[in-house]
């Protein structure tokens, strides 16, 4: 039952975000900073979680496969490769090294 409260909550949570979202006035989302903060927090929360997937077990760092996949995908998009390439080669090296030992 606890479950089914945990994910009434997170509705009625989620519900009201968006709301809240629908009622800030025309002129503050115009506003350069709240435009520039809404540009990039995306990006922020986004390169956090995977940060988080990539590095952390639990409550420890590690550096093990995840990490080097990471980084292979890190070069291909530095090498201004199409996404499903960036995608493939991450997932390439990180089966690569978990099949190495890593």
Do not use: H, S
């Amino acid at each position: 039952m606890n479950i089914w409260i945990a994910i009434g909550l997170t509705v009625v949570g989620c519900y009201a975000v968006k709301l809240a979202g629908l009622l800030v006035p025309a002129g503050v989302l115009e506003r350069p900073l709240v435009r520039r903060l809404a540009a990039l927090l995306p990006v922020a929360l986004l390169a956090a979680l995977t940060a988080q997937q990539a590095f952390a077990d639990g409550r420890t760092l590690v550096l093990d496969a995840r990490a080097a996949g990471l980084a292979a995908a890190a070069v291909a998009l530095l090498l201004r490769a199409p996404f499903l390439f960036v995608v493939a080669a991450a997932v390439l090296v990180t089966a690569g090294v978990r099949a190495l030992g890593g």
